[in-house]
C-alpha cells in the first residue's frame, strides 16, 4: 500500500469513510479535497465520490471493494469458502 501510495498517488484511495453519506458541497468534504491526493468528485446523485482510472465510484463502492478482496484474501488463507463474518470498524 505504501508503494502504491508513492507510484500511483492519484488512485490510491484512503479514509474513504469519512465521504459516506456527505454531500459534495459539505464542509468536510471542501477540506478533505485538499488533503488527499485522489479526486473527490461529484456524483450524479450529488453525493462526495471518488474518482479513481478516470471513473468515478461511491464511497460505498470503494467499501464493498475492500469487502471483496478481504473476503477472498480469507478463503484463499484458509483454503475454503467464507460465507459469514463479523465486521467492526473502529471510529
Do not use: C
Not at 462526495?48 to 469487502?67: N, T
Not at 484463499?76 to 469458502?81: F, V
Amino acid at each position: 500500500a505504501k508503494r502504491q501510495a508513492v507510484t500511483n498517488p492519484t488512485n490510491t484511495l484512503f479514509a474513504v469513510k469519512r465521504l459516506i453519506g456527505r454531500r459534495y458541497e459539505d464542509p468536510t468534504v471542501e477540506k478533505d479535497k485538499h488533503l488527499v491526493p485522489f479526486n473527490i468528485v461529484r456524483g450524479d446523485n450529488g453525493d462526495a465520490w471518488v474518482e479513481a482510472q478516470g471513473k468515478g465510484y461511491s464511497p460505498a463502492q470503494i467499501s464493498a471493494m475492500i469487502l471483496q478482496k478481504m473476503k477472498e484474501t480469507a478463503e484463499s488463507y484458509l483454503g475454503e469458502k467464507v460465507d459469514k463474518a463479523v465486521i467492526t470498524v473502529p471510529a
